[in-house]
């Protein structure tokens, strides 16, 4: 039965998808999110003091590996950075971005250059700006702690896969002063961003920079389609549970 349903909902969820999307364009404004989500409502403060102060943005892909598990939570991290270092790019100082696995690096170095070049700024380009800061979790951990007062950095955004080494981070921005936005698809580092950042992300806002932060259409709307999904799967559930137990 599962075999046979899991192919109807893709066909929902694609149908809903082109639905909200359809219904955002015709609006013909910036499409809403579901709710606020206070860390991204947080961000462009963030941002604006990077810009204004001449210091750096600092941008955390986390310590996973692209081609992994955690291969979905790299890519959200690099939605975050190409949406936001268009504005920290005119900076002084531009954004740098570390990351422990040279795929994600190599892909931010793309993501930065395409940023620049779309400013008319390639020159400004820097390869260095992208760079593996460790490779294990806990040295990776370790050289962000330097990261901060070497490249007089004014705040850090860490979006991806991170374990307990966040707590390194962490201390270093409040003994620097600087403000942490910091989310993880691990539930335990959750924790200790719940605790120890500015601004945590919790669950699968991990995945939401899109919508939030540049109001993608496509984003957006696949926020919307995945509530709806939500109560269909929970009705299914339930109607399941009726039948089997009125037919016994």
């Known amino acids: 039965m599962a075999e046979l349903l899991a192919p109807v909902f893709v066909v929902v969820f694609a149908i809903l998808m082109i639905v909200f999307v359809a219904l955002g364009w015709r609006k013909g404004?910036?499409?809403?999110?579901?709710?606020?989500?206070?860390?991204?409502?947080?961000?462009?403060?963030?941002?604006?003091?990077?810009?204004?102060?001449?210091?750096?943005?600092?941008?955390?892909?986390?310590?996973?590996?692209?081609?992994?598990?955690?291969?979905?939570?790299?890519?959200?991290?690099?939605?975050?950075?190409?949406q936001i270092s268009a504005a920290a790019a005119v900076s002084d100082k531009p954004p740098i971005v570390t990351t422990a696995d040279g795929t994600a690096m190599l892909l931010a170095q793309d993501t930065l250059r395409q940023v620049y070049q779309q400013q008319n700024a390639l020159n400004r380009y820097d390869t260095a700006s992208a760079r593996v800061a460790g490779l294990s979790p806990m040295s990776f951990g370790a050289a962000l702690t330097t990261t901060l007062s070497d490249e007089s950095v004014a705040g850090t955004v860490l979006i991806g896969s991170a374990t307990e080494e966040v707590v390194l981070l962490t201390e270093a921005a409040q003994r620097a002063h600087t403000t942490t936005l910091a989310a993880s698809d691990n539930p335990a580092t959750q924790a200790l961003l719940y605790v120890t950042a500015d601004s945590a992300l919790v669950g699968e806002d991990l995945f939401a920079g899109g919508a939030y932060i540049s109001r993608l259409p496509m984003h957006v709307a696949s926020l919307h389609a995945q509530d709806v999904m939500r109560l269909l799967v929970g009705a299914a559930i339930i109607l399941g549970v009726v039948a089997s137990t009125v037919t016994r």
Do not use: C, M, Y
């Not at 947080?42 to 310590?63: C, D, N, Y």
């Open 29 to 82: 404004a910036r499409p809403t999110a579901v709710r606020d989500i206070e860390a991204f409502l947080s961000l462009p403060t963030t941002v604006g003091q990077a810009v204004e102060t001449g210091k750096r943005l600092h941008i955390s892909l986390g310590s996973g590996a692209v081609g992994e598990v955690n291969t979905a939570a790299a890519f959200a991290g690099l939605t975050v950075l190409e």
